[in-house]
């Protein structure tokens, strides 16, 4: 009885607590059309489970009612209904590929890739398995064999998306010149694509072609006037140049409003290094800390922020700051000396009492 109770289903997802807040907060309107999605979502359920019960054969449904199982946090019961899926239809690709999927979300990464590779021998044209086992192998570090699969995808079908992974893939292991070769691709098969001229940007500055950069920059912004991405790359450019450091400002702020929470952080450290080059100390210290509670392994960071109380006499916070750069950079040559720079200022001070 016990064990039943704490498992989740999706007839006990809505508390009396949570009906009566939304009540509460929300119109009547609002409150229909949550408890419509609610008994549309458990009507769903339960048609997924009778079909799976009645007609074993059935094995979208099977795949459905696994899916929900697994989003709902019961991933064993997902995948033993996924595996009665695929001895239902060993040969169906479909089914394979969310075998795939649910094994790769667990974590059996292994497991997930030999899906995939069995799914393509069914049929070597699927760029779907494709893309998906070269996310399963760069979840592995293992950059050739992703590539490979991006490249075979790409001989079977010029999609944007596939051009991004492989750009970023190409990004993100140093591969500039590569990397702003497939932005520009991309660029080729849809001019305004947000994503591809953001990373096409960024590639660009990889590669010091900073003037090609912020014209770039500055033409996707006629389009996206307020894409954080196109402002972030922006104030990175502008920040290396003393006399427009007031617009470098500006774009900082406006990269700010970036939904995820690494690109606020680039922003928030670009704005520091910048106000501190513009002699505002206390603001900059508050960038650089609101960088680092937005990303708390972020290393430049830490080194920034570091030196700035260095700079003020708060030696023993400077400290903590080097010293957790250091945990996150073993051997940092920079944080190293002004680590030694502190423990001689430490040994004058003793000294000197």
Partial sequence: MGGRRDQPTILNTLTIAEYFECSCKYPLVAIV???AN???????????????????????????????LTDTGRGQEGLRLMERAVGVAPSDTLVRNNMAALLLR??????????????????????????????AYRSRGENSNAEHWLLQSLGVSQDIDTLISLGALYFNTGRYPEAAQVFSRALDLQPHHLESQCSFVQSLIQLRQEEEAEAEARAALDRH????????????????????????????????????VQSRAEASLILAVVLKDLGQLDKAEDSYRQ???????????????????????????ARVYY???LSLHPGNRLVTENLAKLNRVHKQGSSAL
Wanted: proline share 2%; charged share 20%.
């Fill in 291 to 317: 960088a680092i509670a937005l990303s708390p392994n972020m290393l430049n960071a830490h080194m920034n922020l570091g030196a700035l109380l260095h700079i003020r006499k708060k030696y023993a916070e």
């Fill in 106 to 135: 667990q974590g059996r990464v292994e497991e997930a890739i030999r899906e995939y590779q069995y799914s393509l021998s069914l049929d070597p044209t699927q760029t779907t398995a494709m893309n998906n086992l070269a996310r």
């Fill in 225 to 260: 006037s307020h894409a954080p991405c196109l402002h972030l790359s922006l104030a990175t450019l502008l920040s290396k140049n003393n006399s427009r450091l007031q617009e470098a400002v500006h774009h900082s702020k406006l990269a700010l409003e970036a939904e995820d």
């Fill in 38 to 68: 609610f008994f549309i979502s458990s009507c769903m359920y339960v048609r997924m489970y009778v079909c799976s019960r009645v007609n074993g054969e059935y094995h979208g449904s099977l795949m459905t009612l696994a899916t929900i």
């Fill in 33 to 35: 059309k949550y408890w």
């Fill in 323 to 325: 010293e957790k750069a």
